[in-house]
Structures are given as C-alpha cells and as structure tokens.
C-alpha cells in the first residue's frame, strides 16, 4: 500500500512516507476514508518543494489506533481533482492547500479564502475585497455581525441571510486573528519560545496545546518522558476541561437570560482555576507544561488541597446542574435549538465534543491514547439529539467524569523525579505527529524536520478548525435570536482558527 | 396632581429596586436603589453625538417619546383624586398617546439604517400590536362592569361591587403587571441585561441614542414602570384614606420592583417566538374578565 502506518507521537523518516503521483494518492486516500466512519483525514496540508508543492494526508484510524501517512507532489499549474466534491470533511484543507501555494481544483464547491494568511499565493485577494455570499431578493434581508462584537471576544465575522426572524443562512468569514504562528514556530529557534508560542496558540487550551508541542518535541528528540511529568499533563489537561465546561455553562446560562446559573457557574469556575495558580503560579495554566521536564512537580500535599478543593466544588457543582436542567424555562430554550445531524457531523468531518453530541464517537483519549489515558479507560460520553441541549449536557457529564478521573489520578501521585533534560537534538529529515484531545477536541501538531535537523515545517489543526462550518449549518431555519445560545454552546476559537 | 408627584417619586426607586433585587438574588451587593437616578443626571449633563445617516426624525424621537409617557402619565388618577387631565374615554387617549411615542421610538430606530435596530423595532412593533387587544378589552370590561369611562370614575366605582369583582380586579393587575413587562421590554419577554443584539428588543433600538437623548428614554422608562404600578394600585385602592393610601401606594410599587427582579433572577428568557404566544394569551385572560364582567352586570341572555 502506499501510506504508512504510524502511532500517535511516533517520529518517521520522511523518506518512510511512500510518494505516489496525485492521482493514486488521491484514489488511495478516498478509498481509504469513504464508507468508513471510524477513519477521518486529521491532517491534509502542503508545503513548497522548490518550485513544487508536497502534500501530506495523515487519517486516523480510531479502531486500530494507526495513522496512515501518505503523501504526493504536485506542480502549481497542475489542476486536481478535489476530495471534497465527494468527502466534506476536506473542503477547508483544501481551501487552505489553495490559499497558500495557488493550487487550483477543478471541481471544488467554493474555494472560499480561510484565513488571508500572511504568506498566502494571492496577496490581492484581502479581506475588505471579499463577496459575501449575498441575495438579491426584496424579501430577504442580510444582517452582519462583528468583526467587532459587543462582548469581550475575538473578531470574526458573520454574515446572516435571513427571512424576517428566521436565519436562512450563514457565513462566517475569520482570519482576522491571523498572527502566523507556524512561521513563528520555524523563526524561533529556542526550544522556551515554541514552548510559550504552543501555549498562545488558543488562550483557553494552554494545556491542550502546550502538551501536544511537548510530546511532539520530546518524540523527536527521541526522549521518554517521565511518569511523574505525564501524570502532571493528564490531571492539567483534565482541570483545564473542568475549567472551560463550567465557565461555558455559566455562559450558555448568561444568553438564555438566566441569572442563577450564570452567577454560580461563573462562581464555580474560580475554584478550579486558582488551583492551578496554587500549582502554577498562573490561573489559565501558562508555563505549566514544558517539553522535557515536569516543571511543577505535582506534590502529595497539593494533592490533599485539590481533593479538598474537589470536595467543595462538587456538590455545588450537582446542585445547580440539577437546577438548571430541571428549569422548564431554560431547557425550552435549550432543546432543538441549533441542531447537527449526525449525518452532517460525519460528513463536514467535525471532532471533539461537537462530534460526540452527535453520536460520534471521536475522542482521541480513547481511539489514540497519550500520556495516562490508556491506564484510566477512558469511555467517550456520547449524546445523541445534536442540539444545543446535549451540547450543554455533555459539559456537565464530561465535568463529573473529568472530577471522577482526577479522583483516581490524585488516589495515587507518583513520586516525583529528577529532571533529565532533552539531551539531543531532533532527528534530521523526519516527520512526526502528534494528537491530544483538549476540551475542546482533537488537537492536531504535525512536524517536518530538513537535513540538520531543524524545524522545517509546524502544521497545528485546532479542534475549531472544522467545528466552526458546524455552527454555520445549525443555526439554519433558526430564529436569528437564538445565535448566540448556539455560538456559545459551541464556543469556538478564532485564534484557533486563524493561527 | 396628587397622582403626579407620587409616581414621580415611585420612578425614582422602582428600577432600582429591581436592580439591586437581582444583584441580591445572584450574591452580589448591587448598587444604590438611587443608581438609575445618578445614571440619569449624569447623562443628562452630556451632549449627544448623532450618526452622519440619521434624519431629523432620529433626533425628534427621544423626546416625543418621552413626551408621550409625561402625558399619559398626567391622565392617571390616585384613588378619589383625579389626574390632571380626566376626561370620559380618557384611557383610549391613554394608550394611544403612548402608541405614539412607540411609534417615534420605532422610526428613530429604523432612521439610523442600521440591521439591529430595524430588528429590534419589527420586534417591539409586533409585541405592542399584540398587546393593544389585552389592554382594551381589559378597559372595556371594566368600562361595562362599573359603567364609566374615565379611569378615575372606573376605578372609584370598581370597589363597590361585590367580591367578584376583587377576583376580577386580581386577574386584571396580571394583565397589567405583564403589559409593563411588555413595554418596558423586561424579563422574561426581553432580557434587559444582555448584550448581544440579536437577542435584543428594546435595548438595540436605542444603540445610537447617547448623551442627553438617551437620559429621555431612560427617565420615560422608569416612569412607565410607576404608571402602570400607580393604575394596579387604582384597581384595589377604592376608598381608602390618603393616610393609609399613600404609604400602601409606595409599598405595592416597592413590592411589584421586587417582583420583577425576582421573575428576572430565576427564570430564563421566553424563545422569542413565544413572546408572541405569551402576549396572546394576554387577551384572553382579558376575554375571562370580560365574561367575569357580563355576568357580574347580568347582561348574559
């Protein structure tokens, strides 16, 4: 076959991926994904070959816990045959494979800009040119939202075409967050830089993300981890969870216009958050992780007070979900609003929670298991209506599992050890990649190393990159006012998003 | 006059109450009851800066608004003492004089051109069309029940009849506590609160009112609250002596802010195509009085 399979984390020759022309690859890889729902393309990019274009495809296989790697070269004036006419699921890589390097596809839906990346083929194509998708009907009205919005957010714009209240469609146009992040990760050279510059890509998955640069590196470095570090990344990357789910909850609660919940959600938040200051030193849990050394040694006495912290937390926790979702005002505000068919999940290829609301099964802690996942067992919780209500229930659910697996963890602190620090350099002309499931879903770093060994490409896929074309499709035949219930039950990231 | 001064001084601390019943409710300390007041003076003190695309009729609106509320606010009377102005029918004058500031306050609002607030306008538009039936049929009931005309005869006549008509006078303060809900655009029609615009009724209507204009709609705001408070207080007040009235009167509007902030503490906004639900069913507890009324006057064949 030409692909190769890999194992979450685990570094390869670059000359291990076998290279065919485009159109076996792209034969090769359509077989591969279509009609099988446990496969999806986790990563699908290019990079500049000399005067050639090299695309890399990475598929998951969540049964057999394998990635298959493959990969083809492409010229710029070739025109190709586009995946996403037939598979979705690839219609933003390819919009991107397009922006970048000027690649064109002849069959493609919409070769809509993503981002206006700075290195972008186009440079005459801005934002401030940009056609909407527009109508021309008397009847019909468009309403356009932000890129400045009235909270305290990041910018993004959405463009509404709507049929008095009701929302026929929508647009959401980003890259207005766009910083270049993995050009950035190429630029600086100290192995502290990328680690801050991981922690900046999204401000609310420091850990998420901060612990996939750290497994990516330490992998292509050829260095093991030490129990004690891995221990200190789950119960982090399990706090960070209980952290963004409850200030979620407080949030949905604030757009329905439900003070009670607002308040003691926002409340509840606090807690868990000032933990990881006690720990840290910093609320959102920058400089936490760090690839190659557990930074802040996870002590038996930090331990008593997360377990008292925990104590506390939880029944007031179970008190006012229990009141929230018994409160008839709220749940008819909740339920079948903003709905995603499961058979829409699955084609536009989403991950995370906004897949398992759906009745996809994807979490990478169960299909790819990293640091301690595969000693907890970790079971997906799954819902199955796809509205803003399971969205909501499945915070709630994934914040008792999260609590119950921080029980466990917390039952039984490894001994900390002495740092061994990362002693070799990254292997030369090797790939590697890396998968973590942050709250928000799969986090996707991907590594390319040139001759001597240093970093030639950084490719990060944020959880938001597909989920966001979820949100467009579910506010459809929605009254216009209850967007931002939706938008907050999916609470994506632009920074994410935009890199 | 007696009406006047006394819902002037209820404006000052209803919405306060309200406030500072939320912040209570949600563990906070809150502001001064006196906060909306202080608000008010301050914005008053500052110009307004208007949109390069708004009319005349953008500037216009804030204070025919505000005007309109003054003058219905003059027509309401205070047990056995009228309102300024009294006259047979005056409630029809009552709600179209107000009819008429929503009226300016909606074309204010589509002036500026902007998305939201035509959104916003469609939406109070809609809501106050709906509502009309359940003020006048509730009006008319009571016109027929005591058979007069003015809101001071209507409401002087209303206590003598039998204990019917207290049960009647109960479901007509609902109507009334739920149509200053309606337009005053509160919980759980509107969510006062918010900051998102497209959830928005009444709050985005106003989005380029600043300074002095915005202080007008404000003020029109509170004293909506005190008049339809002051005309729920009419339907039980009767007779009684100015002595006992009078502190009474203060207390109703003191426990109706509380009421207010509570509905608004514990429940979550109505999707909003169930406003319109809602508001319907307004008028057919105005139909139940109406039928209450018939058969109290024994006008049923």
Redesign the interface.
Known sequence: MNYISIKNNQTILLSDIPESNYESFFDMNFGLISGHPARHCVNYFGYKAGNNVKLICCIADDTTHEILVSTCLVHKTHELESFSKELLCFEKFEREIHENFGINYIDHLWLKPVRYANNRDDKSQTIANYPFFSIDSEEL?????GPIH??IIEPGHFRFICN??QILHLEIQLGYQHRGIEQLFINNKKLLQRATLAEDIAGDTVVGHGVTFAHLWESMCGYEAQLDTEFSRTLALELERIAVHVGDLSGA????????G???FG?LRTPIINFLQEWCGNRIAKGLIRPGRNQFPFTQELGERLKHVLDVFEPEFNEMSEKLFS?S??L??FER?GLVSNEDATKIGVVGMVARMTNLNRDIRSSHPFSLYSELAHQPILKRHGDVYSRVQIRRKEVEQSLQYIRTLIANIPAPTENKSITDAPKPSSFCLSLVEGWRGEICHCALTDKKGDLMIYKIKDPSFHNWLALALCVRNN??????ICNKSFNLSYSGHDL | MLSLLLIILAATFFTGIIIRT?SV????KGPGVFQPVKDVIRLFKKGAVYSETTSFVFRLAPTIYFASVFVAMLVVPFGQSKGIISFNGDFIFFAYILGIGKFFSIIGAMDTGN??E??GA??EALYSMFAEPAFFILMGSLALLTGFTSFQEIFSALHLGSSISYALAVMAAFVFLMIAMIENSR??LD?P???????MVHEVMILDNSGFDLGLIFTAGYLKFAIYGAIIFNLFSGTIAYQYAIPMFFGMQAFLAFVVGMI???????????NAQFIVVLSSVSLLIFFGALLVSGKFI
């Open positions: 009205h468009e309403v356009g939202v009235a909270g008095g209240e609660c604030t757009d329905i216009a439900y003070q009670l607002s308040a003691v409340r409160l005002s709220a008819s505000r609003t009254e216009i006012s209850d967007f931002p | 939320k409710a949600s563990g906070r998305s939201f035509g959104m469609s939406r919980m759980p969510d609160k918010t900051h998102l615009e497209l959830t608004e503490s514990f429940m979550a906004r109505f999707r909003m195509n169930h």
